[in-house]
């Protein structure tokens, strides 16, 4: 699938993200196939998945787009980090390439714009940057990114803002949509349909929501926390 027939797919709906590490208790590449199933059911117009074993077991449930990454590590540059691990997620039939487009150093030295012109020759598929800056998206796009999202905002020293607030980064999002040449797709603590609502109607392309959707820990652990501290939203 080309970038141009992925976006087409995707244009004004759900991304859904469907992971589970391996500290969780959903880790495991059969099970994230049955909530890509569940997403596609519910109406989802593409996953979002990590590692080539759950790229694999997706793609063999649903009939649905599949934007691959690949997470190696816990800090850094951790979101498909390196070309193998690119190739690796691109064997396993991810339709989009996502990986860590920030301006940290990469772990093997490379640099970005020669990174993403490898993945075009080499590999012949689109690439999602995740970002935590205007100026890293802007910089993805004109490396040849296809899209981008503010993924890593607040993740990065690069940008102050606490992770744990209830908002997504609206602010970023907004200055990428009216800055770049290319589509701005949502993601990053969008928690409620409101929220999603909101990404679409500043112009966002499409959103991509995962915890709220897929992480039962996590959920409960947010349902948990607003009724003992009395500050839910």
């Known amino acids: ?30 099970i ?21 074993a759950d790229i694999r077991a997706i793609k063999e449930a649903v009939d ?9 590590g816990d800090s850094g540059v951790y979101i498909t980090p390196t070309f193998d691990d690119a190739a690796a997620i691109a064997a396993a039939g991810a339709d ?9 150093p990469r772990p093997d030295g490379a640099r970005l714009r020669d990174l993403l012109a490898r993945i075009h020759a080499e590999l012949g598929k ?3 940057a995740d970002i935590s800056t205007l100026e ?7 490396y040849g990114v296809a899209m981008a999202g503010p993924t890593l905002s607040g993740y990065t020293d690069a940008r102050s803002i606490s992770t744990a607030t209830a908002e997504p980064d609206y602010a970023l999002l907004g ?13 990053g603590r969008i928690h409620s ?35 003992r501290d009395d500050d839910g939203y």
């Open 1 to 30: 699938m080309n970038a141009d027939a992925f976006l087409a797919a995707v244009k004004g709906k759900l991304i859904v993200s469907c992971q589970a590490l391996e500290d969780e208790p959903l880790h495991g590449s059969s």
């Open 32 to 52: 994230m196939a049955k909530m890509a199933t569940a997403a596609e059911i519910g109406g989802a117009a593409a996953i979002r998945a990590n590692s080539p």
């Open 64 to 72: 649905l787009p599949v934007i691959g990454l690949y997470k190696r």
């Open 96 to 104: 989009i390439i996502a990986l860590d487009c920030t301006a940290r």
């Open 126 to 128: 689109p690439v999602f």
């Open 136 to 142: 890293e998206a802007q910089a993805a796009a004109e």
């Open 175 to 187: 200055a990428m949509i009216a800055a770049l040449p290319v589509p701005v797709i949502a993601e």
């Open 193 to 227: 349909p409101r929220q999603a609502r909101q990404a679409l109607d500043m112009g966002a392309w499409a959103v991509v929501v995962g915890s709220a959707i897929t992480r039962p820990r996590t959920i409960t652990a947010r349902f948990a926390s607003a009724l």
